[in-house]
C-alpha cells in the first residue's frame, strides 16, 4: 500500500483549531470553537464608514445570518459539502472545508447600528456599518446676574 505524506494539512488543521481557540467566547454555544471553519475578513476604516469584507465562497449571500447586538456583530452560516453524484471516486483529497462558521466583531461606539447595509458578490460579503455623525461643540453664553 502505497501512502502519501500530506504535511500541510496538518499545519492547515492546527491553523484552525488555534484560529477556533483564539475566537472562542466560551460563554456562547455559537461561538467560533463550535464553528467548521472560520472564513477570513479584512476590515477597514474610513471617515464615515467602516467596511468589513469577508471571503465565503459557496455560500448563498441571502442564507447568511447577520445580526448586531449591544456593540456586536455577529455573522453566520454553512457552506455544504459538495455532494457526489456517482460512486466513481475511488480517491478524494479535500482542502475547501463545509459546515457551519461563525464570526463575532466587536463594533465601537462610533457606529451606527441602524444604517448597517450587506451584499455578497462573487463569494465575498460585505458589510458596511456607517459612523454617527460626531457631535458638534455648543458654545454656551454665560448670562450675568445682576
Do not use: C
Not at 494539512?9 to 472560520?38: F, M
Not at 449571500?61 to 460512486?87: C, M
Not at 448597517?116 to 454656551?140: D, E, M, W, Y
Request: no cysteine; net charge negative; charged share 25%.
Amino acid at each position: 500500500m502505497n501512502t502519501r505524506n500530506e504535511p500541510w494539512s496538518v499545519l492547515s488543521q492546527l491553523q484552525r483549531h488555534l484560529n477556533q481557540y483564539l475566537e472562542a467566547d466560551g460563554a456562547n454555544g455559537s461561538s467560533a470553537a463550535t464553528a467548521d471553519w472560520i472564513p477570513p475578513a479584512d476590515v477597514e476604516e474610513y471617515q464615515d464608514r467602516f467596511v468589513l469584507k469577508m471571503d465565503i465562497p459557496g455560500v448563498d449571500p441571502n442564507a447568511v445570518d447577520i445580526t448586531l447586538e449591544q456593540g456586536i456583530l455577529s455573522v453566520s452560516g454553512s457552506r455544504a459539502k459538495d455532494r457526489v453524484e456517482n460512486d466513481a471516486v475511488q480517491r478524494e483529497r479535500t482542502e475547501r472545508v463545509s459546515g457551519s462558521f461563525h464570526r463575532r466583531f466587536a463594533l465601537p461606539e462610533t457606529a451606527d447600528s441602524n444604517g448597517v447595509q450587506a451584499a455578497g458578490k462573487n463569494g465575498v460579503l460585505q458589510i458596511v456599518i456607517p459612523k454617527q455623525p460626531k457631535a458638534q461643540p455648543k458654545r454656551i453664553k454665560v448670562a450675568l446676574e445682576n
